[in-house]
């Protein structure tokens, strides 16, 4: 059995070369960059390093066009690798000016970062570095322990900052009726033929840097069994009722579930979101929390309004997260720097 090159969650920090130039320090800073997370490990980031600075763009050729058409989930992925970047920014006392969506005629320029003496991310986001190589999503089963209130009152604060609005659900009777709604929308995303191919081409084996592993049950280990795997996705119909039962289950089971939510639905909306997003999870992190993605009444429009209406909020639920305590997660891999550089 292959094992999976996982060395880009290896980041040493104490590398970084504080006396080169902005270029080569933002080539060191990129690693921590790639280490965000994205739906299906997508990865839909692009970066470019010149002489007027650094360049966040969205690589539209990673796109998922079943369950996310619009590319908001891809845009909310790039501001999670945003969010890593200002972590790191402020971590090392790099004074860069951030400037979103700087040219109106060009939407796959989300950022543009340049040197600015004066321009300094705020310390709260320091600490935050080593959760980065540390953080993953654990789709494991959580322990029934509650959240804190002093770490309920950190993630708000989180969302606060970053100008968008965390809903945190911990009530058995709301959580059952998103449990229901999640169920709804894996049944009709599995229903979707469309939905089953694009699943099934991001399915990876142990030798890929992008997509999604196959981990074998109660096991750390990734398997080469994809192939496989992959025909049952296309061909299987009612996968959708096992996977909702599945989801329906972890939902009802986790004692915290969380709503992004944002005022505006476009892309300054989801790269807020996406920021937000990252802080939240590097915040849990920290708290020793674990975190993964029950995105799917978000992904099936007509469910959408619908979650927004139980959860509250914002008008625009963004990302529907389960938060809590699990067994250690392996980490998926990650493509080199070098592929990302443009």
């Known amino acids: ?5 996982l060395s880009a969650w290896e980041v040493d920090g104490q590398q970084f070369p504080r006396d ?19 739906s299906h490990n997508t990865q839909p980031w692009r970066f470019k390093l010149d002489d007027e600075g650094l360049w966040l763009l969205a690589d539209r050729t990673r796109s998922l066009a079943a369950s996310d058409p619009y590319d908001r989930e891809l845009i909310i992925s790039c501001g999670a690798a945003l969010m890593n970047l200002r972590v790191a920014f ?3 006392g790099c004074p860069v000016q951030i400037h979103t969506f700087p040219f109106k005629i060009e939407p796959d320029v989300l950022a543009h970062m340049q040197p600015n003496p004066g321009a300094l991310q705020p310390t709260a986001l320091s600490p935050l570095l080593r959760e980065i190589t540390r953080r ?20 708000l604060a989180s969302a606060y900052d970053e100008g968008v609005e965390l809903n945190i659900v911990e009530q058995l009777d709301t959580r059952r009726e998103l449990a229901v709604l999640i169920a709804s929308g894996d049944e009709a995303q599995f229903a979707d033929p469309g939905f ?17 592993p196959a981990y074998a049950p109660g096991s750390s280990a990734l398997l080469d069994a994809t192939v496989p795997i992959k025909g049952l996705v296309v061909r299987t119909f009612d996968m959708g009722e096992s996977v909702a039962a599945h989801h329906e289950a972890l939902a009802q089971g ?6 992004i939510s944002t005022d505006i639905d476009d892309q300054h909306g989801w790269l807020a979101a ?7 999870l590097l915040t849990a992190s920290a708290a020793g929390l674990d975190a993964s993605f029950l995105n799917q009444p978000i992904e099936v429009a007509a469910l959408r309004k619908q979650l927004q209406d139980i959860v509250g909020g914002a008008a625009y639920p963004q990302i529907l997260l389960r938060i809590g305590r699990a067994d250690k997660q392996i980490h998926t891999p990650r493509r080199p720097v070098e592929d990302v550089l443009c």
Not at 21 to 30: D, G, V, Y
Not at 254 to 259: E, H, K
Request: glycine content about 6%; charged content about 20%; proline content about 5%.
């Open 90 to 92: 402020a971590h090392f």
């Open 136 to 155: 993953s999503t654990n789709r494991r089963v959580y322990t029934g322990e509650r959240l804190p209130a002093s770490v309920c009152d950190q993630l």
């Open 1 to 5: 059995m292959s094992t999976p090159d």
């Open 196 to 212: 089953r191919h694009e699943l099934a081409s991001w399915l990876r084996g142990s030798r890929s840097y992008d997509g999604m």
């Open 274 to 280: 996406g920021q937000a997003l990252q802080r939240i």
């Open 254 to 259: 986790s004692p915290t579930l969380a709503c």
């Open 20 to 38: 080169a130039t902005f270029r080569e320090q933002m080539r060191f800073l990129l690693q921590y960059a790639i280490l965000a997370p994205s």
